[in-house]
């Protein structure tokens, strides 16, 4: 008989939680304006994200900006998730890499009849630009973009003989290898140290010397990393490898350690990475650490370099799509963009560009297809696998990147 | 203890009905969703416009059809039966080590084994990670420079496939030892010594004691965890996600878990990650149905 | 003792020793990095103990934004989902131990069934369900979800628990005049309380430490769970702090040491009572 009483109060309470947690909570007073940012702002500049706030609230009375940090390793899972509750943010940074599967999925606002409103549209950086534009139309803002740098030891080169930057990558190659000669007396010393999977780097290579990931013939997809330039390049970065970096990190992809960690305990002279690497390498050697543009085979020019960035959309979810692009206005308002410059980033805009290494390093880019499933080659790291294999000797160049042409032609033109 | 059912009128229903309306109210769309969604062409483009496209059971076709999946499966059935075996014997071994030593050590072990159990994924995974690492990973150092068993020098512990589940196996079964160990224990002090003195006293041997009695006594319990492992280990996730790493899942190393995340969530591609799940839940179901029919069969003897 | 007995013991004894070395290593290594200053942890050659022990990185995690809202956050969903999970499941192993009611074995089947599901698949599904409640974003909505993966495992294990008790128990203190609620309280409760504790452990073990749903589920910093804070720590970052991030584990992991080591004699007993019962 208690049984019961206790069972019927239990069911009471509980019916009654549930209820009370599913009936929609009241809206807040006032307007809330969701952003989803990459960690690189929380941990870079913070106050520039909170300068960005403070002018849109000033002009937007009664608003609130709510700024979610996300990572790169998830952000996009979470992205969909709330895709598909409608409940995305009204403004969200995007990997340059990442925009065109959720272009042509149709999911963000067409920005190109408002491009005007954003500081200095007219001259933005063409691989910005084109990161956000599909089937001619305008879907995202650049925010900023990075090049990659030869960060290095000053006082190992100098004590090599060499005062200047290299030429060329083979006059690197060769100052490399006398670097490498003078401290072999350091335990696990290499020349260079960049993860062997790291195709960011690797890939420069293969536009050095005229060749390509993938193009589209006849609206199919083909890989063509085992063309003859391609080749050429990839046979190019084989040797410059082998010669210059340990053995153990052709499996590495440069996260786990990172370079610049290496570069801090003494065991490398150099980096190829972003220019932001100069943060950790180290307080020993703080003051012989210098950057330069990483040369190209051909001598006098710069090897291509992955031009990263990000881009920020509004999705079309948004019921403040006005409120999201003046945010968005405010964010890459000239002064802001020439505050993400002086933090060693690329601005979003030529007229902006400055002499900086990151920035000359830029002038000659590479870039991923504008493919819309290539965002899965990169998921099923394709290329990681790609590099490993010819690397370590498993495969030679030309049969690895046949596999990987194979693969990436499936990736891609799937339906 | 016999049970006793008394027939309640509406008293066990009540009595069960707020279990089954948070299960019902949080899992019951979630289930029919997936369900629908495995029947259903669903990509970016059909989330974004909120409608897929029915292709019955193309999807399960599909995944069927893939060798990868097989290879997946296998190497999640390998990895489950390695894990939990190691586990219950590493976890049953410990248990009787408990048994034999002084107290002053059964309450080192005790805390040591409360620690680890008590170490969040997550963290034992960050842990795992520093002490593995190529560079200056304390592994390598162990064995390389106080060891002498080899040279480690830099030894990349994740270069191979069966070298990384190694590490991941090794880290889930450090952290499963635990449970098991303390269980096992425990029913062990439950195991009446009149019987194990008695055969003693026989003349039986030490292994026909254990096998004879103890382990009959104790049947119960090696069932209830082997099952419970099998179901924990077939569907981990967070260790070898976060051990192998993000950027470093691929065809040849995908665990089921892993495999369904990357190849359903990580390409957008939810028709097909929802196939794969309950393809899952079949597996699943299939490899624990011994062990759990013997549960109930000991339960509603009971 | 006998002179063998006492060598065995000893044996036995060193073989113990060393095996709590080894399974404790990895505990120690983490609080001993938490205590190296930078410069030590990255070194080339790894050394055993810190030369110089700061608590410069249990500072810096402290004083990381959201810590101690987090730790905040994750102890109100922890208790919420013990407290919730022991009341219902408790109530629905009496339902399944001492009742015969059809339906009794498809509701022992869906307990079952459910801890089988693929917790990745249900990530999306389960946003859905929560969005459209307008519960993402919310820590009543990740208690919803723990409680749901929770319940089935402590309804199973109350219900061996609830099984073992002797009715004759029960009927004896009935004979003495007292209600059936009355015996209930006054005998069976004390015999139960292991399985309570038994149960109260793994559900507060599974939620402190779960994170994917948390991570899909809370959005912004201040609503974040203690383990999201941490995977911030080295997710896709910059510069990975490996002191704090050992500092910021430490902090985590306490918690959980301490509660365990409070109820850890209730467990044993729990689990293997529990589970013998079947």
Known sequence: MRYRVLAVVAAAITLSAV????????????????????????????????????????????????????????????????????????????GNTDMTAYMAAGEFANLGPYKSSFDNSAKWLGGLKASSTFDGKLYGVPYYAGSRVITYRTDLF???????????????????????????????????????????????????????????????????????????????????????????????DGTNPFPYTVFSQGRTAANYGPAWYT????????KVVGQFVMPSHTKGKPIPGFLGGSDLAVPIQSNSQAQARAWIAD???????????????IPNATSLLGNSVNERAAARSWFVP??????????????????????????????????????????LNEP | MTGRRIAGGSVPYLLVLPVVLVLAAILGYPIYYL????????????????????????????????????????????????????????????????????????????????????????????VWSWMTNSENGVLNYILTDVLHVGNYFQHNWYETTFSQYSMVTSLVVWGAIPFVTITVYAALSQVPHELVEAAQIDGARAWRIFKDVTLTVLMPVPMLLTSLSIIWDFGVFTQPYLLIGPGQQTTSNYLMSTYLYFEGFGKSDFGIGAAISILMLAIVAALSVVYVRRMLRVGEEA | ?????????????????????????????????????????????????????????????????????????????????????????????????????????????????????????LIIPLYIVLAGRHQVNTLTGVILVYLTFALPFCVWTLRGFVLGIP??????????????????VRILLPLVAPGLVATAVFAFITSWNEFIFANTLLHSGNKQTITVWLSFLYGGNRFVDWGQIMAASTLIAIPVVIFFLLVQRRISFGLTTGAVKG
């Open chain 3, 167 to 184: 009715k004759e128990l029960e009927e004896a203190a009935m004979v003495d005049g007292s209600t059936r609620l009355g015996a209930f």
């Open chain 3, 1 to 121: 003792m006998s002179g063998r007995r006492a060598r065995g013991r000893l044996g036995w004894n060193a073989l113990g020793i060393v095996i709590f070395v080894v399974l404790v290593f990895p505990v120690f290594w983490m609080l001993s990095t938490s205590l190296k200053d930078n410069d030590q942890i990255s070194s080339f050659t790894p050394t055993w103990f810190p030369r110089h022990p700061t608590l410069q990185h249990f500072e810096d995690a402290i004083h990381r934004q959201y810590f101690w809202t987090d730790v905040g956050n994750s102890a109100i969903v922890v208790l919420a989902t013990v407290a919730i999970a022991l009341v219902l499941s408790f109530l629905a192993a009496i339902a399944l131990a001492k009742y015969g009611f059809s339906g009794r074995k498809l509701f022992i089947v869906l307990v079952i069934g459910i801890q089988m599901l693929p917790q990745a698949g």
């Open chain 1, 19 to 94: 209820v009370a947690t599913t009936a929609p909570s009241s809206k807040a007073a006032g307007h809330t304006l969701t952003v989803w940012l990459q960690v690189d702002a929380q941990n870079g500049w913070p106050e520039l994200v909170a300068a960005a706030n403070n002018a849109f609230e000033n002009s937007h009375n009664g608003w609130k900006v709510n700024i979610q940090y996300q990572q790169w390793n998830d952000h996009l899972q979470k992205f969909d998730a709330t895709i598909a509750g409608n409940d995305t943010p009204d403004v969200i940074e995007m």
């Open chain 1, 331 to 345: 964010f890459t308002s000239t002064a802001n963009e020439k505050a993400l410059q002086k933090k060693g980033n």
């Open chain 1, 158 to 252: 100098k004590k090599a003989g060499f005062a200047k930057p290299p030429k060329s990558m083979a006059q690197f190659q060769r100052e490399l290898v006398k670097v490498g000669k003078m401290q072999s007396h350091v335990k696990g010393f290499a020349p260079m140290y960049v993860g062997g999977e790291d195709w960011f780097t690797a890939l420069g290579w293969v536009f050095d010397y005229g060749g390509s990931i993938a193009h589209k013939s006849h609206g199919k997809w083909v890989g063509t990393l085992a063309s003859k330039k391609s080749l050429a390049g990839l046979r190019r970065f084989k040797a410059f490898f082998r010669a210059t970096q340990p053995r153990s990190s052709a499996r590495l």
């Open chain 2, 35 to 126: 369900v629908k969604l495995s029947l259903q062409k669903y990509g970016l483009l059909e989330l974004v416009q909120h409608h897929g496209e029915y292709i019955g059971l193309d999807n399960f076709r599909t995944v069927l059809h893939d060798p990868v999946f097989w290879h997946v499966l296998l190497r999640t059935v390998v990895f489950t039966a390695v894990n939990v075996g190691l586990t219950m014997v590493l976890g049953t071994l410990g248990a009787l080590l408990l048994v034999r030593v002084s107290t002053w050590v059964r309450l080192l072990l005790t805390t040591g084994l409360v620690l680890v159990w008590a170490m969040p994924p997550v963290v034992a995974v960050q």
């Open chain 1, 370 to 411: 504008q493919a819309k499933h290539w965002i899965n080659v990169q998921t099923g790291n394709i290329l990681k696998t790609f590099l490993a294999q010819f690397l370590t000797g498993n495969l030679s160049v030309k049969k690895a990147a046949q596999v990987a042409d194979a693969n990436i032609a499936q990736t």
């Open chain 1, 279 to 286: 943060c950790c390498t180290g307080k020993k050697y703080a």
